[in-house]
T-cell receptor, first 117, second 109 residues
Framework: GAVVSQHPSRVICKSGTSVKIECRSLDFQATTMFWYRQFPKQSLMLMATSNEGSKATYEQGVEKDKFLINHASLTLSTLTVTSAHPEDSSFYICSARDSGAGIYGYTFGSGTRLTVV | GIQVEQSPPDLILQEGANSTLRCNFSDSVNNLQWFHQNPWGQLINLFYIPSGTKQNGRLSATTVATERYSLLYISSSQTTDSGVYFC???????????FGAGTRLTVKP
């Protein structure tokens, strides 16, 4: 089946630095990828929709300049948390939709646990 | 937008017990998925189930689309079933998925 690879799985960074998270579709092309954030004991909340070759669409309340998304190819989207602060510590999960599989094609990465100290 | 509500929020079971998790949604949907999030955060897709009933081993799910709810049944629970169970609705027009708040299941040996 479709596989989405997400790296790194865990990262600890100092406050004020930037962190890049990669999301790759391994065996299918994904024109659309999604980035979610999950705080402890809470549900997944959509942050942004990443579209190949165009600007990402951000959900209300998500800072575009803080969470930079780049979807440069049909198999790779990156999320960069810029000038990270402790309140950005969270679990970030990407998902990709296999364009050829219609609405059934959502596959999730294994997530990235970000801790900002 | 569409609302997705899950119940109960927390569930503690003794190993071997059966359980039913519920997902209500506020509008018509063309699909629904159940996920299990393990303690490491990985989301495992359990079922795509827009309507009807599906079974996979000790798990089964039923969606009654006309009444806007879905049920996930876990039989003969095991400690490895512990984790959070989410239902999610793909929103075709918006091209994303809306998640319920989840049911946190703890199965004790």
């Amino acid at each position: 089946g479709a596989v989405v690879s997400q790296h790194p799985s865990r990262v600890i960074c100092k406050s004020g630095t930037s962190v890049k998270i990669e999301c790759r579709s391994l065996d299918f092309q994904a024109t659309t990828m999604f980035w979610y954030r999950q705080f402890p004991k809470q549900s997944l909340m959509l942050m942004a929709t990443s579209n190949e070759g165009s600007k990402a669409t951000y959900e209300q309340g998500v800072e575009k300049d803080k969470f930079l998304i780049n979807h440069a190819s049909l198999t790779l989207s990156t999320l960069t948390v810029t000038s990270a602060h402790p309140e950005d510590s969270s679990f970030y999960i990407c998902s990709a939709r296999d364009s050829g599989a219609g609405i059934y094609g959502y596959t999730f990465g294994s997530g990235t646990r970000l801790t900002v100290v | 937008g569409i609302q997705v509500e899950q119940s109960p929020p927390d569930l503690i079971l003794q190993e071997g017990a059966n359980s039913t998790l519920r997902c209500n949604f506020s509008d018509s949907v063309n699909n629904l998925q159940w996920f299990h999030q393990n303690p490491w955060g990985q989301l495992i897709n359990l079922f795509y189930i827009p309507s009807g009933t599906k079974q996979n081993g000790r798990l089964s799910a039923t969606t009654v689309a006309t009444e806007r709810y879905s049920l996930l049944y876990i039989s003969s629970s095991q400690t490895t079933d512990s984790g959070v169970y989410f239902c999610a609705v793909p929103i075709w027009d918006n091209n994303d998925m809306r998640f319920g708040a989840g049911t946190r299941l703890t199965v004790k040996p």
